[in-house]
């Protein structure tokens, strides 16, 4: 069977509950070794909305790639570390995904593995980009992100976005979900904030290291507002 990757967002509410996710990213990590079948897995926080450094104390996620569905199934419905989870958030949900297209690696690895062979540009499209920034050019990169982010909530066909990292301003990634392929081509290659952004990352090298990838959503499990907005 083909790889899957999934990507479980969390939101939580109150003090105690924000605190908990917080160290969780830490905590959670024993909860994560030797589970069979996956093979990569990143803790993330998020950022706040409009893609600032800031953090949201409230939204975290989790994402992993599996060697097949049946382990990442298994994994949901058994894992004690997802009780845990449900326990202590108020919205949880599983987005199960396959790479149709991924260039570039995470922490040295190229996790995803890309198979077009049943792509069906009618399901939602979700894409992944994950970058380490260079210390010298912090400034000059988070100075133009709003620009981007404008154009990407305004663009069409788009269901939900939210930056996301493993550790503030410097390494960051951003998760996208769309109605279909179509309407996230339509964004890539023909708005303009977001070529001129393409642009700029190839003109400052702003990267240490950079990944991107787009997914075929499978199906979503759980309860995410947004998605249904």
Known sequence: MNQVTTLTLLRYKGFIN????????????PHLININGL???????????????????????????????????????????????????SNLSHIYMTSIAAHGRWSGQ????PDNSNTDTNKPLAVITRASIKTKELRRFWKYVPQTQKAIEEAEGLIYTKGFGEFPIWE??????????????????????????????????????????????????????????
């Open 39 to 89: 093979k990569f897995y990143k803790l993330l926080g998020s950022g706040q909305d409009g893609f600032k450094p800031q953090p949201d104390w409230s939204v975290y996620s989790l994402l992993q790639v599996w060697d097949n569905i049946n382990d990442a199934e298994k994994f949901f419905e058994s894992s004690k570390l997802i009780e845990k989870y449900k326990k202590h958030s």
């Open 18 to 29: 924000k605190f908990w996710a917080l160290q969780m990213m830490q905590n959670a990590k």
């Open 172 to 229: 960051m990634a951003t998760f996208s979900l769309w109605k279909n392929l179509d309407y996230a081509k339509t964004y890539a290659y023909k708005n303009q904030a977001h070529a001129k952004a393409i642009k700029m990352t190839r003109q400052y090298d702003w990267y240490k290291e950079e990944l991107f990838s787009r997914f075929q959503v499978e199906k979503v499990e759980g309860h995410w507002p947004e998605f249904e907005d």
């Open 110 to 113: 190229e996790p995803f593995k």
